[in-house]
């Protein structure tokens, strides 16, 4: 696709429900990151993918968050049992592997936990 | 471990002003170095880069140079225009890490008046 797409654009959800946030990647794009945005903050790293391998998934921060990329292609980060601190801008990007590792990002998946 | 320091914000400039936003970084080695910017309603884009000491990035007017003495780079524009509004985000790659997720400070508003 032309860029990086992420679904859906914003969530609510009810503290203990679990979400799933979709991340489809620039195609042919081998890496792929989510980060964590909260409210007045920088992006904070979660997890990397290289194709279907996750290589790093140092920044969850906890057994309540999971990530796949089953296929090397669409990414699904998942929630279980959301807790308002979970609030945060959801984000998505994609890049090819090697060279300048330029990031191309989505345009975000808000999720607010009531 | 890695960090990127932003001066507080935000910041407010009339139209024509001159712009200086300060960045700082801490990291081992050399790192490679971005400057995002986040238009409102919009996903984080690349507005420049530097991968090596004395490097200058430049893009639409803006320019920052790797400064490795003072572990700075510094985005700056001669002239700014309405259209700038937006937050900037600096942000930083480890070299020679297998995982090339990036680190960024958090952030600054820009807003520009006619």
């Known amino acids: 696709g032309a860029g990086v797409s992420q679904s859906p654009r914003y969530k609510v959800a009810k503290r203990g429900q679990d979400v799933a946030l979709r991340c489809d990647p620039i195609?042919?794009?081998?890496?792929l990151f989510w980060y964590q945005q909260a409210l007045g903050q920088g992006p904070e790293f979660l997890t990397y993918?290289?194709?279907?391998?996750?290589?790093?998934k140092s920044g969850l921060p906890s057994d309540r968050f999971f990530a796949e990329r089953p296929e090397g292609s669409v990414s699904t980060l998942k929630i279980q049992r959301t807790q308002q601190e979970d609030s945060a801008v959801y984000l998505c990007?994609?890049?090819?592997?090697?060279?300048?590792?330029?990031?191309?990002f989505g345009a975000g998946t808000r999720l607010s936990v009531l | 471990g890695n960090s990127v320091t932003q001066m507080e914000g935000p910041v407010t400039l009339s139209e024509e002003a001159f712009l200086t936003i300060n960045c700082t970084y801490t990291?081992?080695?050399?790192?490679?170095l971005f400057w995002y910017v986040q238009y409102p309603g919009e996903g984080l884009q690349l507005l420049l880069k530097?991968?090596?000491?004395?490097d200058k990035g430049s893009n639409k007017g803006f320019e920052a140079t790797y400064r490795k003495e003072t572990t700075s780079f510094h985005l700056e524009k001669g002239s700014v225009q309405v259209s700038d509004s937006a937050v900037y985000f600096c942000?930083?790659?480890?070299?020679?890490?297998?995982?090339?997720?990036?680190?960024f400070g958090k952030g600054i508003t820009l807003s520009v008046r006619p």
């Open positions: 990007a994609s890049s090819l592997e090697g060279g300048l590792r330029i990031q191309y």
């Open positions: 195609s042919g794009h081998v890496s």
């Open positions: 993918f290289q194709n279907e391998a996750q290589l790093d």
């Open positions: 990291a081992t080695g050399y790192p490679s």
């Open positions: 530097a991968t090596k000491a004395d």
């Open positions: 942000a930083l790659i480890s070299a020679g890490g297998a995982n090339s997720k990036l680190t």
